[in-house]
């Protein structure tokens, strides 16, 4: 526009506009608060202190503004644009300065009033003619339109953005097994929102899964698929699969979904997933990999390492089984569960990136740093090259339970064994100080130990665990599946975990490749 069409041009837009929201329908009365968005030339001739992103003061209702308002351009003199703006010092602080002709023509799109494009003529140049006008009108409303979809793209991907966000769990979190803080990237360069995601799920017994995953291709669907994924994960890991065994059955939901897609989507519907289960009494942590990138691991003495985990197939394909991994963790280890955008790079290998990520997290790690800032400094350091893929990230520092808060005590094959089990928990409650629970975990511990002893296989064996919640564990070799059942009145037997379910906060069973674990929970309310 400038110099070409006039000596000087600005483009003013509503402040909506740069959100991305619908502007007001109306210029006059001060309804459109306008913002400037470019000026040329960039700094000559224009009055000091005027910048681009500046407002624009708003106009008073005047004829001339009326037909602006009804998508006319209007040629104006100085003292015409004098009488509209209603403060000739305004004028001097505003515009260029000797200017004597304007031409302004409203960027009109859809419907909508999106702002004002201006062309001003100084000094000798001659004053704006009516064909002059008719093509002014013509260019601001290709340029309207282009601006107006630009603001749609802005509004559909800031709320793509924002739900994709409402998916994630929430950015830090802290447990018994550890803290974890979680970071979620959108690609750059104008790409559309993915379906990264990651998790931190606590689970009974103080343990915690750490889940990190990438949903084929981007946009809705891609966020969508991602939200169901996630919740699929969250309810098979309550009941506290192993690792693989949950991996396999995320297949089969993605391999459904991908039956249910439309036909030319079906061959797009994949994902990658890597899921792990740490305990923080063992301090041993299992983890399984649907072809997804291995986890990084930082020891408490800094030394960084890549987990050798054995890589699965894709969720998408199906058939094949998947293997686990079980590392020992030291308190204070930190865990980098990642997606490949993190380590995807223009130029670069995925070698090259997972080097930098590891020199990165060598180089910020420190256990006396917050996860949070440490996960803040390792996006800055990678802000000067904008990933091509979103990126999902979740670091955990681990934590153990003391050897003073567990106990054990191995069962004997014997009906004679229960007392002597409900003797040597009501020993550990005093030590421990929970006199309030003895009477409740008595009976726990009593009906628990004879269903192992009656129903289980030896060797068996009863835990406690003291946190801010008691935790009662009975575990056995046989694989055989307890059932909560409502006893009838005549039923001599039955009733034991019902009675369990009553006493306890909750109660639950998992499986192992050795047998299972009964558990119950009691809340631990210590005094103020």
Same mark, same amino acid.
């Given at each position: ?7 000087? +041009? ?13 502007? %007001? ?50 040629? =104006? ?12 010092? *305004? ?13 302004? #023509?409203? =960027? ?28 002014? !009108?013509?260019? !601001?409303?290709?340029? +309207? ?14 709320? +793509?953005?924002? &739900? ?43 343990? &915690?899964?750490?889940? !990190? ?27 506290? *699969? ?13 391999? @459904? ?28 942590? $299992? ?9 990084? &691991?930082?020891? /408490? ?13 894709? &969720? ?19 865990? %980098? ?5 993190? $380590? ?18 060598? #180089? ?21 090259? +904008? ?8 670091? !955990?520092?681990?934590?153990?339970? /003391? ?25 550990? =409650? ?6 309030? *629970? ?18 289980? @296989? ?24 307890? @059932? ?10 039955? @009733? ?33």
């Amino acid at each position: 526009m400038a110099p070409a069409f006039g000596d000087f +041009a600005a483009v003013d837009l509503a402040e909506a506009v740069f959100d991305g929201d619908e502007p %007001a329908k109306r210029l006059d009365g001060g309804d459109l608060c306008l913002r400037n968005a470019a000026m040329a030339p960039a700094a000559e001739g224009w009055p000091a202190g005027i910048e681009r992103g500046d407002p624009v003061p708003p106009f008073l209702d005047h004829p001339v503004l009326r037909s602006f308002q009804h998508g006319e351009t209007v040629i =104006l003199s100085r003292e015409e644009y004098i009488s509209v703006i209603g403060d000739p010092q *305004l004028v001097e602080f505003l515009l260029p300065k000797g200017f004597h002709s304007v031409m302004v #023509a409203p =960027l009109h799109a859809r419907g909508l009033t999106l702002g004002d494009v201006s062309v001003w003529r100084v000094g000798s140049s001659v004053p704006f003619t009516e064909d002059e006008a008719d093509l002014m !009108a013509q260019i !601001a409303s290709r340029g +309207a339109l282009a601006i107006d979809n630009a603001r749609r793209y802005t509004r559909e991907h800031r709320a +793509a953005v924002a &739900l994709q966000r409402r998916l994630l769990p929430p950015a830090t979190t802290d447990a018994p097994a550890g803290e974890t803080a979680g970071v979620y990237l959108p690609a750059g360069g104008g790409a559309e929102i993915g379906g990264d995601w990651f998790d931190a799920i606590a689970l009974p017994s103080l343990r &915690l899964a750490l889940v !990190a995953g990438d949903v084929v291709g981007h946009g809705m669907p891609a966020s969508a698929t991602m939200g169901r994924l996630r919740a699929a994960i969250q309810t098979l890991a309550d009941l506290e *699969l192993e690792p693989d065994e949950l991996l396999t059955r995320i297949a089969d939901l993605v391999q @459904r979904l991908a039956t249910e897609a439309p036909p030319a989507d079906q061959d797009t519907v994949g994902a990658t997933c890597l899921y792990a289960v740490y305990d923080p009494v063992t301090q041993c942590c $299992i983890l399984a990999s649907a072809g997804h990138p291995p986890p990084v &691991l930082v020891r /408490p003495d800094g030394t960084v390492e890549v987990v050798e985990v054995s890589p699965g197939p894709p &969720l998408a394909i199906g058939g094949m089984p998947y293997e686990t991994t079980t590392i020992d963790l030291e308190p204070g280890s930190v865990r %980098a569960l990642y997606t490949d955008g993190l $380590i995807e790079r223009e130029g670069d290998d995925i070698g090259q990136g997972l080097r930098h990520l590891m020199d990165t997290l060598a #180089a910020t790690c420190r256990p006396e740093h917050p996860l949070d800032e440490t996960g803040a400094a390792l996006l800055a350091n990678l802000a000067d090259q +904008a990933p091509r893929d979103d990126a999902a990230l979740l670091l !955990a520092r681990t934590r153990a339970v /003391p050897a003073k808060d567990t106990a054990q005590w191995q069962i004997p094959a014997d009906p004679a064994a229960v007392s002597e089990a409900r003797a040597w928990t009501t020993r550990q =409650l005093a030590r421990w100080g929970l006199d309030d *629970l003895l009477f409740t975990t008595e009976l726990i511990v009593s009906e628990l130990v004879t269903n192992a002893i009656r129903y289980g @296989r030896p060797p068996a064996e009863l835990r406690l665990i003291r946190h801010d919640v008691l935790v009662c564990e009975v575990t056995d070799s046989s694989p055989t599946q307890p @059932r909560l059942r409502r006893a009838a009145t005549t039923d001599e037997g039955g @009733r034991g975990l019902f009675l369990v379910a009553q006493l306890a906060m909750r109660w639950g069973c998992r499986y192992s490749p050795g047998g299972k674990t009964i558990w119950a929970e009691q809340l631990i309310e210590y005094p103020h």
